[in-house]
């Protein structure tokens, strides 16, 4: 009963979390007005803003304090999405024209831009909610840090495509800071903005550092299991941008000379990228990368639960281990 | 002899500033490093955060406590060269290719938002040089409205190109977002850091968004009165990218119907811009745009020299009113 009436309310507070959104960008009237509004609304799953309000509650703080910060992630993470979408070329986001496809790159790096921002003017705004100033210092420095992180891990991305680096370690670094980082951002924020002890936010972070992990791993093996219909963006982005995943790099390890050759050829090619992807597919498929791939998310997974056991027995810590269980069973 | 003393402190402050930015991004070794280290090294003039300094020694107070911040002043006012030179498709800058010229546009994206990241990372850093957590969630806020109004700045501009909108106070409006709203910011944090008076930050803030404006119109003056040899980027990137600058916008205003025409033909022109650059700067001759323009400039320094009225006459109020008198005339 208790756990329905924290669910409910969770759920009224990631509603006002969507309006806030749209309401923010929503009423200028400009150009960048337009395409803020178009990239933040509808939103998404909003999982990092969830992750940061939990986190708040997990350690017992009051999520009207940090609610501003949770907007702030929605926006930071968005603004990644629209300057991801510029780079991987993708016309299609949440089942929509990209920002990039709809008012061209220039345009869109300003957008991009502009979020990024945006999410600092959020974090400065919990000074009126009621963080104290130390707080939100102490998250300024975890989400500027966090954000380096984060283009590391892009420019990482990059240069192992570059050089067909099949080098497991050197994609989960890249994994660690290019998606993993933010997580641990929003989990800390939302533990250090409502007051929590150093030891739980230390818990929360490394929760959300494996969750991260796992998240993106399952993230990259939709590409090969789902098609763009159910995901809402495009399903050959990978193939296209001839990206080095984990899955990719389990099959490269497992397969045959000429499978090795096959996978080459299909992240060099050129043309019509969806015949690619059903033949990396297959050798996916056959070499049992697919399920080994999978196994790799569900330990990270388990890591994740293990460090939820530092904090106090909540109804946030179940919600947190909820997602945790969720995050290698989504279809989007 | 007072004045000589604290030009060469400064001058010695202004030396750290560019080792400290070296430092930042020069021990790295990734691409994400090398193109960061690219961007701020060697450092340009460091205007931003010299003003930044200044300010908080006008108010007073004491530059060791503010310096991270004038070195993250540095980092946003690159982050935004680098994206804006993806915009404008300029290969050039500061003498030296671009970043997005030598690294290629998708890396750049993710350098121009590492340092932007970098910024507030600095901001941070403030914490361990004394500045109370209340004023660097003020600085926060001042900093995060600057870059949004510089995307505002940069969005407003795209579109008064594309509707070849000749209004000059839709100009002037687009010129304070884009290109002083930084200065602004620069000064205000300087004083709030440092434990500045409101009145003082206010003051600075109304000096430096006049500073700000006079500097863009002289700026935009430069692409028709010096070649690229001198100011170190192309003096035809104004014309390839048809840009609406003030001396255009008065040359068109006081122009024949046939001048108007020919104005028109260079802004929307394709092809080799140089012999466009020079039929504009010879309508800008005869209409005595140029003389038109340098005058509203001086009209904008002279309200920045009248704000500094409200400081206590410091060697840094000196300074602060050399900076306005030298802004519009300088070469680079």
């Known amino acids: 009963m208790r756990g329905q ?38 939103a998404g799953k909003l999982f990092r803003p969830i992750l940061l309000l939990e986190s708040a509650r997990a350690v017992g703080g009051d999520v009207e304090v940090v609610l501003p910060a949770a907007l702030g992630a929605e926006c930071g993470h968005v603004a990644s999405l629209v300057h991801d979408d510029i780079i991987d070329g993708d016309d299609l986001r949440r089942g929509r024209p990209s920002v990039q496809h709809q008012y061209g790159v220039d345009n869109a790096i300003v957008a991009g831009d502009a979020l990024i921002f945006d999410l600092f003017a959020a974090l400065a ?16 420095e975890v989400v500027s840090r966090c954000g380096i992180d984060l283009c590391r891990g892009q420019s990482l991305e990059a240069e192992l495509c570059r050089h067909m680096d099949f080098d497991v370690d050197a994609y989960l670094t890249m994994v660690r800071l290019k998606t993993a980082a933010f997580f641990r951002a929003a ?11 150093e030891e739980m936010v230390g818990a929360l972070g490394m ?36 990206r080095l995943t984990l899955p990719v790099l389990l099959a490269h390890a497992a397969a ?35 399920t080994a ?17 530092a904090l106090p027995p909540t109804i946030s810590r179940e919600r947190l281990r909820g997602f945790a ?3 290698i069973d989504r279809d989007r």
Request: negative net charge.
């Open 207 to 242: 929760y959300a550092e494996n969750l991260g992990v796992a998240f993106q791993i399952h993230d990259d093996l939709l590409a090969y299991t789902w098609t763009s219909e159910t995901t809402g963006k495009p399903g050959t982005s990978d193939i296209r941008n001839g």
């Open 187 to 197: 989990c800390e924020c939302g533990a250090l903005l409502a007051g929590g002890a």
């Open 325 to 327: 269980e969720a995050a």
């Open 125 to 140: 705004e919990c000074r009126l909610t009621g963080a104290s100033p130390e707080r939100i210092v102490l998250a300024l």
């Open 256 to 290: 045959d000379e000429s499978d090795r050759l096959a996978i080459k050829e299909v992240l060099v090619g050129e043309g019509d990228p969806e015949p690619r992807r059903e033949i990396l597919a297959a050798i996916l498929d056959r070499t049992g990368a697919v």
């Open 293 to 309: 791939a999978a196994k790799v998310a569900q330990r990270y997974v388990r890591s994740a639960l293990g460090a939820l056991d």
């Open 5 to 42: 009436v924290h669910a409910d309310e969770l759920a009224a507070l990631v509603g006002e979390v969507a309006v806030r959104l749209g309401e923010r960008w929503g009423s200028g009237g400009s150009l960048l007005d337009a395409m803020c509004a178009h990239a933040l609304v509808p």
